[in-house]
């Protein structure tokens, strides 16, 4: 069975703090992965998302995330948190035999000034 | 460009009522998406639809629902005699081509249950 995980519902940062947000997957055939952000009230928008190639992903407003199979996980990191970054990101598999996008819980991300 | 237009944004139905709700995909894009997204939750996937066809309908409930993409008009995913439990926001993607480009989302559909 295919599942993600986001570790913490809840994480808060200092402004100019890094960000580090987490996800595992559980994947019988390999994953497509991605992370998207959803302001309140509003749609998800995406992120970044890794399908084949390069495992270190650059994405929009200076996020990024590697994919490390190893540890089945795709963390999501920006260097510096910035008030702007405060909302929900929900972490995301695919899998290349199906038609299914499978979403992990969420986390909320505070940035405290 | 015009992005996923969903609408209402916000419906509130009585028990026993029927919901409907739209989505009008990015224009150009043939593939549409419907998922709900329940209170402390993440999105589940309910279908998968191209024009006039059902790809993918796994994640749906077997009773009550049902989901449409005509050759015109907009997406609609239908919700026969509603039920508290239905209460949850309901959004719509689009994509242009498979499964795996990306996916566009609308901004949701609030739906309440009295």
């Known amino acids: 069975a295919q599942s993600v995980t986001q570790l913490g519902s809840h994480v808060s940062v200092s402004e100019g703090a890094l960000v580090l947000l987490r996800c595992n997957y559980s994947s019988s055939v390999p994953p497509y992965l991605f992370w998207y952000v959803q302001y309140p009230n509003q749609g998800l928008q995406l992120l970044l998302k890794y399908t084949t190639g390069a495992t270190l992903v650059k994405g929009i407003n200076g996020f990024e995330a590697e994919f490390k199979k190893s540890e089945t996980s795709f963390h999501l990191t920006k260097p510096s948190a910035h008030m702007s970054d405060a909302a929900e990101y929900f972490c995301a598999v695919a899998l290349s035999t199906g038609n299914q996008f499978y979403f992990g819980t969420g986390t909320s991300l505070t940035v405290i000034p | 460009n015009a992005g996923v237009m969903q609408n209402p944004r916000h419906l509130v139905r009585r028990r026993g009522q029927e919901a409907r709700l739209r989505c009008s995909p990015v224009?150009?894009?043939?593939?549409v998406y419907w998922y709900r997204q329940l209170p402390e939750e993440g999105l589940k996937f309910m279908v998968y639809?191209?024009?006039?066809?059902?790809?993918?309908e796994s994640g749906m409930p077997k009773e009550r629902f049902s989901a449409e993409f005509p050759k015109e008009g907009p997406s609609i995913l239908r919700i026969q005699q509603v039920v508290r439990g239905d209460s949850a926001a309901y959004f719509c993607a689009s994509s242009p081509r498979d499964f795996y480009s990306e996916q566009y989302f609308g901004p949701g559909t609030r739906l309440t249950v009295t």
């Open positions: 639809l191209q024009k006039e066809n059902i790809i993918d």
């Open positions: 224009k150009g894009h043939s593939h």
